[in-house]
């Protein structure tokens, strides 16, 4: 079924890529059981949720803060040396965290300090580790490779936080840590397996090296210039500012994670399990689209494919909150399995949708952006997908306390397919866009 199943020719055809996705995928996986380890750890120090919401601000700070100097970074050194110093750097935290729990130390604020710590070196690391794969890939393959990584992503979020839990409750956070630990080695390995990607000059400072017979430097002073150079091009650049539109349209205004708790509690029963499985059918829908994605390598016109995707997603997350309503605010005792199955299609249509949308919009991104600028829009795209899923949480949790979830999730959906096809009236280019000449 060579049209049906994922694409895997950038795995066939480049050793460094292959070498680069396996181990990322590993290490992610690792991440998201320290991710749950974490959290867990803190809640059992505090008892309180509040005390766990603050690991997310933890987070969230440094990453938007550093994401878009991390991403100047990369443009202005080495991609594979800014890599392996992040990296380097990630591993240090990882071993602290464990060195902690192995020790008993039982401090909330060293683990948040920690948290902090690690959101930056990531806010570095991955800029880099995104503009890395067009380096070892031809354009034709981007669709492919980005589905790739988007399965992997979604299975470390499907396995990584299952896996966390029953360590920690089996064997406990020192050791749920320590395997992090070890399977970030795979990360560490593939990068330093890497060839050296030192940057490639402007088009306009490659001619003019060329025509004065010197060679060409690139200037290593990296500063809020910088930066403000790379935001002053986005704003230049239709299709790609589009891609960070459309993308926080669909976060910002129907991401449901926040309400899979009271559906849980409220509507569907179950507590705890229903959320478990309701975040699972938005996982395992990702996983589904990037197996069966064997046929978007052939896309000409990928903003259409982004715009239907964001279409589908907002009326996916209508009929999830059509379901809560249908079912009404009645707190069973007992899980209602019709309504959470109805529930579960919703949600995974809906992650299997925005794993396409997410496919496309890396494509996009990653060809339609001249070298030079990679890190910086990577540093963008950081700042958008770590933002907007936070602030979306705010607006619909906002939301269900005026109107319940139920009928914020049917509101918020609607609201995101109508704001959607407003920007795309006001960017006819998008809808145009042409893989074969992709244009930013």
Not at 100 to 129: E, H, K, T
Request: proline residues 5%.
């Amino acid at each position: 079924m060579p049209r049906l199943l994922a694409d895997t020719t950038p795995l066939r055809v480049s050793p460094e890529y292959r070498r680069l996705w396996w181990g990322l995928g590993v290490s992610n996986l690792g991440a998201q059981l320290t991710v749950v380890a974490v959290g867990l750890q803190v809640y059992a120090l505090t008892g309180s949720t509040l005390a766990v919401g603050v690991l997310g601000l933890c987070s969230l700070v440094p990453l938007v803060a550093l994401g878009l100097y991390g991403g100047a970074l990369v443009d202005a050194y080495d991609r594979r040396r800014v890599s392996l110093a992040a990296s380097a750097v990630l591993w240090a935290v990882t071993a602290a965290i464990a060195a902690q729990a192995w020790l008993g130390i039982g401090s909330v604020n060293l683990l948040y300090g920690l948290v902090a710590v690690q959101s930056a070196a990531f806010a570095i690391n991955n800029p880099a580790r995104s503009a890395i794969i067009p380096r070892l890939l031809p354009a034709t393959l981007m669709p492919a490779a980005m589905a790739l990584q988007t399965l992997a992503m979604n299975v470390a979020l499907t396995g990584g936080p299952l896996l966390g839990a029953v360590l920690v409750a089996r064997w406990g956070y020192g050791v749920a840590y320590t395997i992090d630990l070890v399977l970030f080695g795979a990360a560490l390995w593939a990068v330093w397996r890497l060839p050296a990607m030192p940057p490639e000059p402007a088009e306009g400072a490659e001619a003019g090296g060329a025509a004065g017979g010197a060679a060409v430097t690139t200037r290593r002073v990296v500063g809020l210039r910088s930066v403000l150079d790379g935001l002053r091009y986005l704003a230049t650049q239709p299709n790609v500012r589009t891609t960070f539109l459309v993308d926080l349209c669909a976060m910002v205004l129907a991401f449901p994670r926040v309400l899979w708790p009271a559906a849980g509690v409220i509507y569907l029963g179950g507590g705890e399990t229903t959320t478990g499985v309701l975040a699972a059918a938005f996982a395992v829908g990702g996983i589904l689209a990037s197996l069966l994605s064997g046929g978007l390598s052939g896309v000409r016109h990928q903003g259409r494919v982004i715009v239907w995707a964001i279409t589908a997603w907002g009326l996916s997350i209508a009929a999830f909150g059509l379901v809560l309503v249908a079912v009404g605010r009645t707190e069973p005792s007992q899980m209602l399995v019709g309504g959470v199955i109805a529930a579960g299609v919703a949600l995974a249509f809906a992650g299997g949708t925005d794993a396409i949308s997410s496919v496309f919009r890396q494509s996009m991104l990653q060809t339609a952006t001249p070298d030079h600028m990679r890190g910086r829009l990577q540093g963008v795209f950081i700042v958008v997908v770590a933002g907007g899923p936070r602030l979306g949480e705010l607006v619909l949790g906002s939301e269900a306390a005026w109107f319940g979830e139920g009928w914020a999730a049917v509101v918020g959906g609607l609201t995101c397919v109508v704001v959607l096809w407003l920007i795309v009236r006001t960017t006819p280019r998008f809808w145009a866009y042409d893989a074969r000449h992709p244009e930013p």
